[in-house]
C-alpha cells in the first residue's frame, strides 16, 4: 500500500470540519453559518483558520459569547 494518502494534519482537518459546515444546504441557503472550536482542536489552528476566513471579501465573523464564531457572507453579483 505504497500509494496510501498520509494523514491530514490537525489544521487540515480542521478546515475540512469547517468546509463541510458552510457548504452545507442550509448554510448556503442562509449565506450564514455557525462555527465552534472542538476541544481537542488546537487554538493556533483555529485563530488561522479564522483570519483566512476573515481576510475573503464578502465575509463577516461575528464572534458570539457562547465561544461561536457566526459567518456571513455575500455572494456578489454578476456583472
Known sequence: ????PSPLDSYQ???LRISK????PTAQKARSALIFKLDHESPED???LLE????NDNV???WRDD???QIFWVVPKED
Open 21 to 24: 459546515i458552510i457548504n452545507a
Open 67 to 69: 465561544g461561536g464564531v
Open 46 to 48: 483555529w485563530t488561522q
Open 60 to 62: 463577516t465573523l461575528a
Open 1 to 4: 500500500m505504497a500509494n496510501t
Open 13 to 15: 482537518q480542521l478546515g
Open 52 to 55: 483566512e476566513i476573515g481576510e
